[in-house]
């Protein structure tokens, strides 16, 4: 168990639709990472909170949004579903986005979206 | 743009045999290296760590070596075993802009036949 939370574990939904995935960080992270993983393929980054200010993107869509709450929790909100947007959604957590050395990130379960 | 090369895509070796994967990184400002395990539907566990100030880090039967000029970094497991077989993801932390992110290399499919 890495400590960091992911619900749902799995989501099917049609096309067109707007899902919300949720994630809670390890205790006393203050980053929070959002990777796409589709089938076979890897790790897509595509964005990144930091204590809930946006520290980086990546290749998000604009129909995807993400934020960071004060109790730094976050959520990835994916809208006007396509078939190609079905995915494994992880979210990962690290200490400190500032330090490049030792900054460890650690996954989620994920979050398995099926568009139909 | 920043990017990490991994190769090979795929590897298949016979148990007991040693497995190599390699990793080069664009940005010389990287300075932390970490690996990734990942087996089907689950998430990417690391496994090993190396900072860039250090030339290699042995755990057990997994080492992993950095080249700083070359700018290229190694997996080596010993003594493969069938519960190695995964995908295996290498990552560079990198600069962008003031802030850090990771950089995932595409992944080496390891396949131990026992």
């Known amino acids: 168990d890495s400590g960091v939370t992911q619900t749902p574990k799995h989501l099917i939904t049609a096309t067109g639709q707007r899902v919300t995935l949720r994630c809670s960080p390890r205790?006393?992270?203050?980053?929070v990472y959002w990777y796409q993983q589709s089938l076979d393929q890897g790790l897509q980054f595509l964005i990144q909170?930091?204590?809930?200010?946006?520290?980086a993107k990546g290749n998000i869509l604009e129909r995807f949004s993400a934020q960071q709450f004060p109790d730094l929790h976050s959520e990835l909100n994916l809208s006007s579903l396509e078939l190609g947007d079905s995915a494994l959604y992880f979210c990962?957590?690290?200490?400190?986005?500032?330090?490049?050395?030792?900054?460890?990130?650690?996954f989620g379960e994920g979050s398995w979206l099926t568009v139909v | 743009g920043e990017n990490v090369e991994q190769h090979p895509s795929t590897l298949s070796v016979q148990e007991g045999d040693s497995a190599v994967i390699k990793c080069t990184y664009s940005?010389?400002?990287?300075?932390?290296f970490p690996w990734y395990k990942q087996e089907l539907g689950k998430r990417p566990q690391l496994i090993i760590d190396?900072?860039?100030?250090?030339g290699e880090k042995k755990d057990q039967r997994i080492a992993v070596t950095l080249n700083k000029t070359a700018k290229h970094f190694s997996l080596h497991i010993t003594e493969t075993q069938p519960e190695d077989s995964a995908v295996y993801f290498c990552?560079?932390?990198?600069?962008?802009?003031?802030?850090?992110?990771?950089?995932f290399g595409t992944g080496t499919r390891l396949k131990v036949l026992a």
């Open positions: 990962a957590s690290s200490v400190d986005a500032w330090t490049g050395a030792g900054n460890t990130i650690y």
């Open positions: 909170y930091y204590n809930g200010e946006e520290r």
């Open positions: 990552a560079a932390s990198m600069n962008t802009s003031g802030t850090y992110k990771y950089i």
């Open positions: 190396i900072r860039s100030n250090v």
């Open positions: 205790s006393g992270d203050l980053s």
């Open positions: 940005d010389s400002a990287s300075n932390y």
